[in-house]
């Protein structure tokens, strides 16, 4: 398997912009999340999804930001508008099942906002 | 509020050393606790996974300990490697997975 696969990798984009971060989850999983690591805080959850629906987003930061997941093979992590403080590495990761399971992590969006 | 805490000063050890890491939680109850490696610019990977009602989980050159009672995990790599070198991140939850802020890891040879 190829893996859980993001894009873009790398984005630099002006303040006020529009930003809609891709993944493909691995072909069989259940659930996927979307993460966000700074070095200030780390790797925080944002939104995870069992089965494309959305169980848990309490870590989305507020409204600017918004995730989809329309069918089991895509997602996506849209923020409108950036801002700079955006700026961080966004991780997208699947698993099999919730408790006690691996996830599998994507090789990460870099996220630039200017 | 739940808190993971390991440490946030690099750890630097000798080739050939063995390596500890610490991961200290508290207001959690986790069923599972895991270890994964993460490398610059690339994404966290799984390493080993230790459940509650197991006291040590071994994988190669790599130990797990899970003390409940104190609320604490230990990484051990031993024999360590410069290839060992990269951040270490604990991750506690059962049904959301939190990471710590990891520890860095250099092995100078």
């Known amino acids: 398997d190829a893996g859980v696969i993001q894009s873009p990798r790398h984005e630099v984009t002006e303040m006020g912009q529009e930003v809609t971060l891709r993944c493909k989850p691995i072909?069989?999983?259940?659930?996927l999340f979307w993460y966000r690591q700074t070095m200030m805080r780390g790797l925080e959850l944002l939104i995870y999804?069992?089965?494309?629906?959305?169980?848990?987003d309490s870590g989305m930061p507020e409204d600017r930001f918004s995730a989809k997941m329309p069918n089991a093979s895509f997602s996506t992590l849209k923020i409108q508008p950036s801002e700079p403080r955006d700026s961080a590495v966004y991780f997208c990761?699947?698993?099999?099942?919730?408790?006690?399971?691996?996830?599998?992590f994507g090789e990460g969006s870099w996220l630039t906002v200017v | 509020s739940q808190k993971i805490e390991q440490n946030s000063e690099a750890l630097n050890i000798q080739e050939g050393k063995t390596a500890t890491l610490t991961c200290n939680y508290t207001?959690?109850?986790?069923?599972?606790l895991q270890w994964y490696r993460q490398d610059p610019g690339r994404g966290p990977v799984f390493l080993l996974l230790?459940?509650?009602?197991?006291k040590e989980k071994r994988k190669e050159r790599l130990k797990v300990t899970f003390d409940t009672t104190l609320k604490q995990s230990l990484f051990h790599i031993t024999a360590s490697q410069p290839a060992d070198s990269a951040t270490y991140l604990c991750?506690?939850?059962?049904?959301?997975?939190?990471f710590g802020a990891g520890t860095i890891l250099r092995v100078k040879s």
């Open positions: 230790i459940r509650e009602n197991e």
């Open positions: 072909s069989g999983h259940d659930y």
């Open positions: 207001n959690y109850s986790p069923a599972y």
């Open positions: 991750a506690l939850g059962d049904h959301k997975l939190v």
């Open positions: 999804f069992n089965n494309n629906v959305p169980i848990d």
């Open positions: 990761a699947s698993s099999l099942a919730i408790s006690g399971n691996t996830i599998y």
